[in-house]
């Protein structure tokens, strides 16, 4: 609110200035080019919409006036740079405030849709979570994570499988989109792209203990180029079993590694996955710069 009175006030000056002249003219008034006119009664147009918006609203008047004040620009100059100044002020145009809001309601449906019990309405809190999801990409901005886990849920329809078994590493899916195996296609899911870590497995017992299976390793490097990177993969061959125990609450698996450390993964029908900070490292060939990536594992149940 406080930035729509912001914008209000300074446009109305900078409206002021571009149509008033200090003296009086008694001549005939020739306009040989109105475009400049329409401009700034366009981009005022935009700007009571954009200070009327709703929050469903927001986004979209607040392009159409980031786009009529650059089109302003374009037609009749910004010599002091003022107008430029309020097209920055809108940023990307997503509202701060409703994304944060927004995160917390995910977080809100998500706790309860991971917190699942018979005695829940799976489907409900299914929606919900999905529902919440979708609007967090709309006011915050599109993530491939988000997205991935959107279509996770798929329609919503309750799958059912048990823990107990075998499960494989199929994806890993990261919000950026990188061309891995260098072929000119980018992807989000780096797990495509690499011939390694394709038969990483873990098994859960019914008596809550179970073991990863890990049977590749990939030395990940880059070297930068003008369009980006281009990665080289080494993948190495391991065999390194890790005991863990694990407990179940929910749609929420908690495994514990033989080093005390848990990690919290979420089940959804036939699909496990947790997010795992730096998971993606990558060593510059030419200097110490490196990339890292949080990195969102996906299992399937064999």
Do not use: H
Not at 31 to 54: K, Q, V, Y
């Amino acid at each position: 609110m406080v930035k729509k009175i912001f914008m209000l006030c300074a446009f109305a000056i900078l409206f002021m200035a571009a149509n008033c002249d200090n003296e009086p003219y008694e001549g005939e008034i020739i306009f040989e080019d109105t475009a400049c006119i329409e401009a700034i009664e366009t981009t005022s147009m935009a700007l009571g919409n954009f200070l009327n918006a709703s929050e469903e609203d927001y986004y979209e008047f607040c392009l159409d006036y980031k786009e009529a004040l650059l089109n302003q620009i374009e037609i009749c100059g910004d010599e002091d740079g003022s107008l430029q100044l309020l097209s920055d002020e809108l940023d990307d145009c997503y509202d701060d405030d409703l994304c944060a809001e927004a995160i917390t309601a995910t977080e809100i449906a998500e706790a309860n849709y991971n917190n699942y019990t018979e005695d829940d309405n799976y489907q409900q809190l299914c929606i919900a979570y999905k529902s919440a999801l979708e609007y967090q990409q709309e006011v915050c901005g599109e993530s491939a994570v988000l997205q991935s886990l959107i279509l996770g849920l798929g329609d919503c329809q309750q799958e059912f499988v048990e823990t107990p078994g075998d499960w494989i590493l199929v994806s890993w899916i990261t919000d950026n989109l990188r061309d891995i195996d260098n072929d000119g296609v980018v992807t989000n899911n780096y797990l495509d792209e690499i011939d390694c870590y394709t038969n990483e497995t873990m098994t859960f017992n019914t008596d809550g203990t179970g073991a990863m299976f890990l049977r590749s390793y990939a030395d990940i490097t880059f070297t930068p180029n003008e369009g980006g990177e281009d990665f080289f993969i080494d993948c190495n061959t391991i065999i390194e079993d890790i005991a863990f125990t694990w407990y179940q609450e929910g749609n929420s698996v908690f495994i514990t590694d033989n080093e005390g450390i848990t990690n919290q993964y979420f089940r959804n029908g036939n699909s496990l996955f947790v997010a795992i900070d730096d998971a993606f490292y990558a060593q510059s060939t030419v200097d110490d710069s490196v990339i890292t990536e949080r990195i969102t594992f996906v299992y399937i149940k064999l």
